[in-house]
């Protein structure tokens, strides 16, 4: 289930160098952690996951997360 992202989480996007052409369309899963989006430009209706955890790629770990990216009328999951 997504929610609307909260004053503060929006705060912290901004700080994070992410624009949205609103950000009454994005909307987020209760695990959403704005510290893990980064240079993001959202357009249009998006919706993202839960960012928690880690992903393994070729036996390394990384963050989960969205960075230098521009997001257009997508639904990320978890």
């Known amino acids: 289930m997504s929610r609307k992202l909260t004053s503060e989480e929006i705060k912290t996007l901004t700080a994070n160098g992410c624009t949205a052409d609103s950000w009454d369309n994005v909307t987020v899963a209760e695990k959403f952690n704005p510290n893990r989006v980064r240079h993001v430009y959202f ?32 639904e990320i999951g978890d």
């Open 43 to 74: 357009l249009g209706k998006n919706t993202i996951g839960s960012n928690e955890g880690s992903v393994n790629v070729n036996g390394v770990d990384y963050p989960c997360g969205l960075y230098q990216a521009a997001i257009i009328n997508c």
